[in-house]
């Protein structure tokens, strides 16, 4: 068994709750499915760890043309054999104006959806 339940979901935050799995496998598991999806480490470590996904001059530069994800995973033992997962966006979009901040609203729904099938 995997994913129990979301304790909490927001606009630029989801709280998942993991049983059954060890935390250094789920550590492993959402690492695999991030950097499938093209996020990259840039900060942090296991437990607690910043992912990016595009480029922020970029993002500056041209607006909502070029994507650009910053992210916040951390993973928690909260309870022997549950283990609590949130993610949390690291940017607002602004700098991609209206169409930027709903990209980053629309990823994190997609990431919503991906954890709970980890």
Excluded at 11 to 38: C, Q
Excluded at 76 to 81: E, G, L, N, R
Aim: with cysteine; proline share 2%.
């Amino acid at each position: 068994m995997s994913f129990n339940r979301n304790e909490m979901s927001t606009a630029d935050m989801f709280l998942h709750v993991y049983s059954g799995i060890p935390k250094e496998e789920l550590d492993r598991k959402i690492n695999d499915l991030l950097t499938t999806w093209g996020y990259k480490i840039t900060e942090g470590q296991s437990g607690q760890i910043i992912y990016e996904k595009g480029n922020r001059t970029m993002r500056i530069l041209f607006g909502a043309f070029v994507k650009y994800f910053k992210i916040s995973v951390q993973t928690i033992v909260s309870i022997p054999d549950e283990i609590k997962c949130e993610v949390r966006s690291q940017t607002s979009g602004f700098s991609g104006g209206l169409i930027g901040m709903n990209q980053v609203k629309a990823e994190i729904r997609t990431l919503f959806s991906a954890f709970q099938d980890l």
